[in-house]
């Protein structure tokens, strides 16, 4: 069996700019970047605040030195944390960036299935989708007709063929589009995680398909999730990024159990993941789940979660508590706060609990946000201090009669016995 | 175990995509047809006045135009009735400016495609542009509506006609393809299409003749490569009345071609970050 992908020394690097939040740049802001410089600095003169030091750009290698060979037909699981470089390595592998050092060689066609359903126009029917993702996805019209009645029988939503896809659920969405990408026919297939929004049936009658594909018909898949359940069930081989860098490869079952237990140091949260008017001031170093760190965190949905967050305070306040966001596919779920009441806090380390009571969450993959906020009464509106999803955790999938399967909808609500 | 040979059919590296891209574009032509194809569906699907708008649109405009510059200024109407006058003039302006904001607004839309899915870059501003071509064809309908109620025969000339629309075509996709790559970065020069679009109604001959051009400033006013488009169109509706001053045409049709090519440079040239900055 050939080799078919040949990854060698590939990096990428990005200019983070720390001015401004927005990913590109504006002619404007150009023009009045020089102006508002020497205001601010006149501003924070006058008010006596300290001067903020500008880092305007950073160069940050979200990928480097990578170098891996996949074989034929091989089932490559790609592996690591938020950050750790996995997208940034399929979306170089697609084509659709370009690498900044290194090169990769690949032999027969990419397919890449980065998001499910892209190029779907919601006024268009079933029938024009499949038609036009197909295309997007590199096929052509002859081959989509000629498994055009394949794909409308795997994606089970035949009777509304003719109705627009803005009228579907979004299962039978995710069901169409995968529907599409699951007939395509290349050699090589890089798949992201995009399993995790059908339902339980449909993501195990995708990942069949996965694997069928794979071992009759020879074809090399590349994919990419948090799931580690189904890394294992579908994959032969692992790759564990970590920081932009391969930290280990193998056997899908080495790989997947390394990765667990290296989590274990983490759970410190970035300054620059954080942001807001009291980033000076607050600083918080390090959140748990029942005293967990890692990222990977699996919890039993029958346990109560105790979230703790420690940080430190550069100054005294008179009103201030601190909260958690708890998040689901970037959709937010709740909040909670540390205090009912905004509490006067002293100059020092401080630490907060949260608690999310047994059974509330079904299972699922989860995470956290965390943020904090003064409302004092000698300033005039608020600061605030924001980490958006600084932790990711999961709740497995143990089903009883509280969390039972047939259950629907995002939360459990406890019984009164 | 001796080493396999293998023949890798693509090699990617920093810099090195120029040699697949040509080949990748007629590769990829299905995908331009189908996003054309799209287009169309969408904006003659939903819309009641979807089709109609692209009838009351330029109709409007003429009317207006008409009453301004052939009633009010009371400029010369070269033999012809001023509403088609103005109308042979309307039709391409509508494309050219409808064309050249639809393609340098098509990147930023299309935003989820460009960051999920590769493939030439290209095909995005150039197949947003076709959707306008049915536009065109559908406005053309009331040009044929005038003529009959003007009891206006058409020249022979006619038949040139779908090489000046070529080169609206051309114009919009060379100013479209540099404003969108200009846009992915700079996103706030979609502020700045509206007012170009409105600021080159009024230097361009779409209200009067650029027969009104004094003979001093024709070659200069000629820079503008839609006074080329502009007067070829009613070179070829009008016919005898108006006549086609040539070096302007040429100088009009070279700029045209210079700003294609510029255009395409500064595409190609940027088109591989978009999926990092957009």
Known sequence: MGVVIKV???????????????????????????????????????TNTPIPKIAAKEEFWSLKDVSFEVNQSDRVGIIGRNGAGKSTLLKILSRITEPTLGRFSTKGRIASLLEVGTGFHPELTGRENIFLNGAVLGMHR??????????????????????????????????????????????ILVVDEVLAVGDLQFQKKCLGKMQDVSQSEGR?????????????????????????????????GDIVRRYMKSGSTNGQIERSSVSGTLVPIIN?????????????????????????????????????????????????????????????????????????????????????????????????????????????????????????????????????? | MAE????????????????????????FRELFFFLAWRDILVRYKQTAIGLAWSVI???????????IFGRVAKLPNEGVPYQILVYAAMLPWQFFSTSFSDASNSLITNTNMLTKIYFPRLIIPASTVIVNVVDFLISFVILIGLMIYYHFLP???????????????????????????LNVKY???????????????????????????????????????????????????????????????????????LLLFFGIWYFRRTERTFADII
């Open chain 2, 57 to 67: 649109r330029p109709f409007l405009t003429m009317i207006v135009l008409t009453f």
């Open chain 1, 220 to 252: 090399t898949v590349l994919f990419v999730s948090h799931n580690m359940g189904t890394i294992n069930q579908l994959c032969n081989k692992g790759i564990l990024l970590k920081a932009g860098r391969i930290s280990d490869m193998g056997s899908t």
């Open chain 2, 187 to 257: 996103r706030d020069f979609k502020y700045i299409i509206p007012f170009v679009v409105q600021f080159g109604m009024y230097i361009s001959p779409v209200g009067f003749s650029s027969n009104n051009i004094s003979d001093k400033l024709r070659l200069l006013y000629s820079l503008n490569p839609m006074v080329g488009v502009i007067d070829g169109f009613r070179w070829c509706i009008l016919g005898g009345q108006s006549k086609i001053y040539v070096p302007g045409m040429i100088l009009s049709i070279g700029f045209t071609f």
């Open chain 1, 8 to 46: 060698e020394d590939l990096g990428k690097s990005y200019i983070i700019r720390h001015q401004g939040q927005s990913g590109y740049v504006a002619l404007r802001d150009v023009i009045a970047e020089k102006v508002k410089d020497t205001f601010s600095k006149t501003k924070h003169l006058v």
């Open chain 2, 4 to 27: 396999i040979v293998n023949e890798f059919d693509l090699v990617v590296e920093p810099g090195r995509a120029e040699k697949n891209y040509w080949n990748d574009l007629w590769r």
């Open chain 1, 142 to 187: 002859a081959e989509i007709k000629k498994k055009f009645d394949e794909i409308v029988d795997f994606s089970e939503v035949e009777k509304f063929l003719d109705t627009p896809v803005k009228r579907y659920s979004s299962g039978m969405y995710v069901r169409l589009a995968f529907a599409v990408a699951a007939y395509l026919e290349s050699e």
């Open chain 1, 284 to 417: 918080f170093s390090e959140i748990s789940i029942n005293g967990l760190h890692s990222n990977d965190i699996y919890i039993s949905p029958s346990n109560e979660l105790r979230i703790g967050l420690k940080g430190v305070c550069n100054h005294d306040m008179d009103y201030f508590r601190t909260g958690i966001t708890i998040l689901k596919d970037g959709i937010k779920l709740f909040s909670s706060h540390n205090h009912p009441e905004p509490q006067p806090i002293k100059k020092g380390k401080f630490q907060s609990e949260f608690f999310i009571p047994k059974y509330v969450l079904r299972p699922g993959d989860y995470s956290i946000s965390i943020f904090g906020h003064d409302n004092g009464n000698n300033r005039k509106g608020t600061e605030w201090i924001y980490g958006n999803e600084v932790l990711t955790f999961t709740i497995l999938e143990e089903w009883d009669t509280i969390n039972d399967f047939n259950n629907e909808g995002i939360f459990n609500l406890p019984v009164e016995p």
């Open chain 2, 155 to 181: 020249p022979w000339h006619i038949v040139f006609l779908p090489l000046f629309l070529l080169l609206a075509f051309l114009t919009s996709m060379g100013a479209g393809l540099y404003v969108a790559a």
